[in-house]
């Protein structure tokens, strides 16, 4: 799998919108984008995925450039509860093997 | 619906004695996944179920663990006499096929005295 790139931490404004962006410069045509998260002391929870086209759900958007080269996770209105470490992993669908590296740190100020 | 539940929450164990850890994955998920997470440290593979096919378990760390599906749903995972370096967060995914989105449990706490 190609290796992603995160910020180690960043402080976001309760209400406001939190961009996280993640590079993945040497991504393959068949590697999705995945993100998860994990709130301190819980299991990692999946947010949303993607592979070339944007997504939305009802936690998050993701925007991935036309390149792939990166992807920013974007959590609409921020709250106190989404304070936790972000994971961006990209993997191909056959690989069932998931890693995590540091992730970004998230933390929501009020 | 019904996520990913694991039992016990924290365990608490002196060394040398056995524990086993239990994961009930989501319903319909064929796809059953061990992973390990040590402080401050990333994610583990462990061990990966499909269905009725022989086990991946390449990352089991020693002989001293072992894991079991029963009839295509709930896991356990054994370790035997305990090791403090197996103190860890023990979690549980499971997804509808391998190639599907993994959803993890709140995983189980080991700490090995």
């Known amino acids: 799998d190609a290796k992603t790139t995160q910020p180690t931490s960043m402080d976001c404004a309760e209400g406001r919108a939190a961009n996280l962006p993640c590079n993945h410069s040497?991504?393959?045509?068949?590697?999705?984008v995945y993100w998860y998260r994990q709130i301190h002391s819980q299991g990692p929870q999946y947010i949303i995925h993607?592979?070339?086209n944007n997504e939305t759900n009802e936690m998050a958007s993701l925007i991935i450039t036309e390149d792939r080269k990166s992807s920013t996770l974007i959590l609409p209105h921020a709250t106190l509860r989404d304070t936790a470490v972000y994971y961006c992993i990209v993997r191909v669908g056959h690989d069932y093997k998931l890693s995590f590296g540091a992730g970004t740190t998230v933390t929501v100020r009020a | 619906g019904a996520g990913v539940s694991q039992s016990p929450s924290n365990k608490v164990t002196e060394k040398g004695k056995d524990v086993e850890l239990r994961c009930d994955p989501i319903?319909?998920?064929?796809?059953l996944y061990w992973y390990r997470q040590s402080l401050g440290q990333g994610l583990e593979f462990l061990i990966y179920?499909?269905?009725?096919?022989?086990?991946?378990k390449s990352g089991l760390p020693s002989d001293r663990f072992s894991a079991e599906r029963t009839g295509g749903s709930v896991s356990t995972l054994t370790i035997q006499r305990t090791q403090q370096e197996d103190s860890a967060v023990y979690l549980c995914?499971?997804?509808?096929?391998?190639?599907?989105?993994?959803?993890f449990g709140p995983g189980t706490r080991l700490l090995v005295l």
């Open positions: 040497t991504i393959s045509g068949n590697e999705y």
């Open positions: 993607g592979l070339k």
């Open positions: 995914a499971s997804s509808g096929t391998a190639q599907e989105t993994q959803y």
């Open positions: 319903s319909g998920h064929t796809a």
């Open positions: 179920f499909q269905g009725n096919s022989a086990p991946d």
